[in-house]
T-cell receptor, first 113, second 110 residues
Framework: NAGVTQTPKFQVLKTGQSMTLQCAQDMNHEYMSWYRQDPGMGLRLIHYSVGAGITDQGEVPNGYNVSRSTTEDFPLRLLSAAPSQTSVYFC????????????FGPGTRLTVL | DQQVKQNSPSLSVQEGRISILNCDYTNSMFDYFLWYKKYPAEGPTFLISISSIKDKNEDGRFTVFLNKSAKHLSLHIVPSQPGDSAVYFCAASSPRKSTFGDGTTLTVKP
């Protein structure tokens, strides 16, 4: 199993550009989530999904869109990038139920100029 | 209002000694607590968890203690090894979401 994969690893955008961060998992997990980590801070939940076709907002959803058309994929879209979105983005997945043991991808480091 | 707090940004210990990492939370509705370990340029990896109905869980060198009355949990690593040097995140879980602390950077000196 590849686990959770994310592409790209690094990305530089200009303010106002759009892009999609890709996330895929091969563990057949129903639950997937996106976090951002800023320097010296913990992971903050952006959006999450409990299954195909179902998404919901986390703590910091503004400026981001998600969709979940398949169990495997959970892309994160930035419609109009802003410097405040410079961060490291992690995708995670887990089986439904407790305990909440999430498997994280390696992260995407995004810089918005 | 930060619901999960790790008040020590960093901790340095000697190899072979005990490392104690602390975490405080404010929401009594959390039902699981977890510790994740993160190396630079990698995603966090799950380390150990504890249910809110227990007060201790042990896995090899790692033990997590939960004090519900104080809303406090701690991670003990005994003995500490240089390979344990990493950032440790405490997380508190409710049915659909996890809330993370800001992390503690542990350095284990040979």
């Amino acid at each position: 199993n590849a686990g959770v994969t994310q592409t790209p690893k690094f990305q530089v955008l200009k303010t106002g550009q759009s892009m999609t961060l890709q996330c895929a998992q091969d563990m057949n997990h129903e639950y997937m989530s996106w976090y951002r980590q800023d320097p010296g801070m913990g992971l903050r939940l952006i959006h999450y999904s409990v299954g195909a076709g179902i998404t919901d907002q986390g703590e910091v959803p503004n400026g981001y869109n998600v969709s979940r058309s398949t169990t495997e994929d959970f892309p994160l879209r930035l419609l109009s990038a802003a410097p405040s979105q410079t961060s490291v983005y992690f995708c995670a997945s887990r089986e439904t139920g407790v305990p909440d043991t999430q498997y994280f991808g390696p992260g995407t480091r995004l810089t918005v100029l | 209002d930060q619901q999960v707090k790790q008040n020590s940004p960093s901790l340095s210990v000697q190899e072979g000694r005990i490392s104690i990492l602390n975490c405080d939370y404010t929401n009594s509705m959390f039902d699981y607590f977890l510790w994740y370990k993160k190396y630079p340029a990698e995603g966090p990896t799950f380390l150990i968890s504890i249910s809110s109905i227990k007060d201790k869980n042990e896995d090899g060198r790692f033990t997590v203690f939960l004090n519900k009355s104080a809303k406090h949990l701690s991670l003990h690593i005994v003995p500490s090894q240089p390979g344990d040097s990493a950032v440790y995140f405490c997380a508190a879980s409710s049915p659909r979401k996890s809330t993370f602390g800001d992390g503690t950077t542990l350095t284990v000196k040979p």
